[in-house]
Nanobody, 115 residues
Framework: VQLVQSRAELRNPGASVKVSCKIS????????INWVRQGPGQGLEWMGR????????KYAQKFQGRVTFTADTTTSTGYVELTSLRSEDTAVYYC?????????WGQGTQVTVSS
């Protein structure tokens, strides 16, 4: 299973960013696509997940209203969009695909929020 994420992004405060995660080697709709981030010097923070089979989502309370997960079954790609960016959103964003028995990680996407 391969998870390939989009490139690093630099944004101004208040802007939005959308990170992608293309999955190959496994049936896309048999996975839950989670998004996890890690800020500088911090631990991993779970943001939520999407079920590509039906588009159902679950968001960590901290991110509700500012984060949107989507999944394109035609290209086997998951997306996370974060709006109203602030400096505290500077982090490496990871997609984490899960089936019943195993986790698969993307390589991470650096998002930097700075003016």
């Amino acid at each position: 299973v391969q998870l390939v994420q989009s490139r690093a992004e630099l944004r101004n405060p208040g802007a939005s960013v959308k990170v992608s995660c293309k999955i190959s080697g496994y049936k896309f709709t048999n996975l839950y696509i989670n998004w996890v981030r890690q800020g500088p010097g911090q631990g991993l923070e779970w943001m939520g997940r999407i079920d590509p089979e039906d588009g159902g989502t679950k968001y960590a309370q901290k991110f509700q209203g500012r984060v949107t997960f989507t999944a394109d079954t035609t290209t086997s790609t998951g997306y996370v969009e974060l709006t109203s960016l602030r400096s505290e959103d500077t982090a490496v964003y990871y997609c984490l695909a899960r089936n019943d028995v195993k986790d698969f990680w993307g390589q991470g996407t650096q998002v930097t929020v700075s003016s």
